[in-house]
């Protein structure tokens, strides 16, 4: 497949650079595994967001209505693919309806209160245990 180039040095093509090495590549993760039972991660190149829906481009088709999540610029976004249709230059637009979007400091604060209901249950749990003895 033929990525689109965006620098090129005319006497060098080691210093090619396609869209996908650009700060805006991204991973959608796939629910299912391959073949050899590993968790498929695609790489992406993010376009944007219009409206509740994550717009990217991929080297090969998405499956559509399947639940995935993207990683890109420190967050997570949780959703499904919508479409995933043939675009500019051999690459596929895949389009994701956005459920949810996870940040480090959101993900750390859902980390926290799990660790904190965790450690709250089962202080309970032995009072209870000590009591009925």
Request: charged fraction near 25%; hydrophobic fraction near 45%.
């Amino acid at each position: 497949m033929h990525l689109p180039k965006v620098f090129a040095d005319a006497d060098d093509e080691s210093s090619v650079t396609t869209l996908f090495d650009q700060h805006q590549s991204a991973v959608l993760n796939l629910p299912f595994a391959d073949e050899s039972g590993q968790k498929q991660s695609i790489a992406c190149l993010f376009s944007g967001i219009e409206e509740k829906r994550l717009i990217i481009e991929l080297k090969e088709r998405a499956p559509v209505f399947a639940a995935v999540s993207v990683e890109y610029n420190d967050a997570l976004f949780l959703g499904e693919v919508i479409s995933s249709k043939p675009g500019a230059n051999g690459c596929w637009r895949a389009e994701v309806k956005v459920e949810q979007v996870l940040t480090g400091l959101q993900s750390l604060m859902n980390l926290r209160v799990q660790l904190l209901h965790e450690g709250v249950g089962a202080s309970v749990e032995s009072s209870i245990s000590r009591v009925r003895v």
